[in-house]
Every structure is written in structure tokens, then in C-alpha cells.
């Protein structure tokens, strides 16, 4: 998607720092962390929010729970973490690329 930072990010044309990348995801630390470990888990297919998400594309959702399950071992924090996406700007998402974020590493504040 022309114009899409992560569909940037994920064909190489923006740099990251990637921890993680398969066939159908691509993690990265975010640019503006929130814990001591944030990380980006985008499927590697435009999918504005939960709302473009149907039997045809869930594999890649799907994906992106096997890659957390992976990233929590790597960066070793799987005493805890959570897992967030926001979907839709009165969420608060500010990329509309589906992504979830990881974050671990401090104690976590009450929803
Ligand atoms: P949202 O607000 O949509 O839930 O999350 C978007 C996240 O993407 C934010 O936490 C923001 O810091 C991160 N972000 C935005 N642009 C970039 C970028 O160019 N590189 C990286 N690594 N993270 C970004
Ligand atoms: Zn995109």
C-alpha cells in the first residue's frame, strides 16, 4: 500500500529494527517504545484494522500470535507481557496498518 510506513517498513524501503520476520510477519521495536521492550507485530499484508480481518486473511493474524509466542522467548519475557492493538482512531491508532504491540519488561498499570 503506497503511503503505508509499515508496508515500508516491511518491503525494506524504511529502516527498522527487526527482531522477528517469516512469510507473513515482520516485528520490529517501536520508534517511540512504551515499556523497555515494545515491539511491532504487522502482518505482512495490508489489513487496515480488526474490521478488514475475514476467513480469507485470518491466517496472517494468526501468524502474528505464533511470532509473539516466539518474541517473548527471544527477548525473554515470558514472566509477562501484553499484547495491544488499537483499531480505529478514537482507539488511538495512529498507523492504519493491523499491528499488535508487545510490551513487557515494567510492571503494567490497570486497563
Ligand atoms: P498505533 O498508535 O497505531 O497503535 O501504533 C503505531 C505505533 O507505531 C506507535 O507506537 C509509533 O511509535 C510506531 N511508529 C510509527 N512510525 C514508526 C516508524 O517509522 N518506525 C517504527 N519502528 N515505529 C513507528
Ligand atoms: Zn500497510
Known amino acids: 500500500m503506497p503511503d503505508c510506513i509499515f508496508c515500508s517498513i516491511i518491503n525494506g524501503s524504511v529502516a527498522s529494527d527487526k527482531v522477528y ?26 489489513l487496515r484494522d ?16 505464533e511470532a509473539a509466542a516466539k518474541i517473548a522467548e527471544s527477548e525473554k519475557v515470558t514472566g509477562g507481557y501484553r499484547i495491544i492493538s488499537n483499531n480505529g482512531a478514537l482507539a488511538g491508532q495512529t498507523v492504519f496498518h ?14
Open 50 to 65: 480488526v474490521s478488514a480481518v475475514n476467513a480469507e486473511n485470518s491466517q496472517f493474524v494468526a501468524k502474528c500470535f
Open 21 to 46: 520476520e517469516d512469510e507473513f510477519v515482520c516485528a520490529f521495536r517501536d520508534i517511540a517504545p512504551k515499556a523497555p521492550v515494545h515491539i511491532l507485530i504487522v502482518p505482512k499484508m495490508h
Open 98 to 111: 493491523l499491528h499488535f504491540h508487545l510490551l513487557a519488561g515494567k510492571k503494567m498499570s490497570d486497563l
